[in-house]
């Protein structure tokens, strides 16, 4: 793979994160390419070097968001419950203007949905129906149930500020999560 230039990359971030602090200031509609530009101090022409729009620099940064989790959730495969939980909150926690504008954004339904469908995958590799507490229960919905309540918690935990700090939230949501999968 080559080695991309740090001033592309630069630029790259810097156009992120306009869009993302934008969408904290008003509706991803309203919000124009020139804005963009402004808020991250490039021209136009630098962001259509990149992206084909706002909607592609959009898609862009939730994909970029959805691989970073992957990461996370495979670096976390060895641990328990609650560590792997703590991995996933910190990583909430490090990227919470994302998140939080992502999940409380009524212009993002798009997000939650692909952060909704990530977590169904996960879950699914965890849940065992054949025995245990879950024996005989229907798979789907057991999958279903735990990973929209995660995607609820989280974003309640989001929007609200994130009042519990990464660990206690993780002990929280870990303990219940344990004790459905």
């Known amino acids: 793979m080559p080695k991309i230039d740090r001033r592309i990359l630069k630029s790259q971030e810097?156009?992120?994160g306009a869009l993302i602090e934008l969408m904290t200031e008003k509706n991803f509609?309203?919000?124009?390419?020139?804005?963009?530009?402004?808020?991250?101090?490039?021209?136009?022409?630098?962001?259509?070097?990149?992206?084909?729009?706002?909607?592609?620099l959009l898609d862009k940064i939730m994909e970029e968001h959805i691989l970073n989790m992957t990461d996370v959730c495979?670096?976390?495969a060895d641990?328990?419950?609650?560590?792997?939980?703590?991995?996933?909150?910190?990583?909430?926690?490090?990227?919470?203007?994302?998140f939080?504008?992502?999940?409380?954004?009524?212009?993002?339904?798009?997000?939650r949905n692909q952060f909704l469908k990530f977590n169904i995958q996960e879950f699914r590799k965890e849940v065992d129906i054949?025995?245990?507490?879950?024996?005989?229960?229907?798979?789907?919905?057991?999958?279903?149930?735990?990973?929209?309540?995660?995607?609820?918690?989280v974003e309640w935990w989001l929007k609200n500020e994130m009042p519990y700090p990464p660990q206690?939230?993780?002990?929280?949501?870990g303990e219940l999560i344990e004790r459905v999968v």
């Open 100 to 111: 939080s504008t992502m999940l409380a954004s009524e212009g993002a339904r798009y997000f």
């Open 130 to 153: 054949t025995q245990g507490k879950n024996n005989g229960q229907n798979e789907e919905v057991v999958v279903q149930f735990v990973a929209n309540a995660y995607v609820g918690i």
């Open 29 to 56: 509609d309203k919000i124009t390419i020139q804005d963009i530009s402004n808020r991250a101090n490039v021209n136009r022409g630098t962001i259509y070097l990149h992206y084909l729009d706002k909607f592609d």
């Open 14 to 16: 810097s156009i992120k």
């Open 79 to 98: 641990m328990d419950w609650i560590q792997s939980t703590v991995h996933c909150m910190e990583y909430l926690e490090e990227n919470y203007l994302f």
């Open 168 to 173: 206690m939230m993780a002990e929280k949501v």
């Open 74 to 76: 495979e670096s976390a």
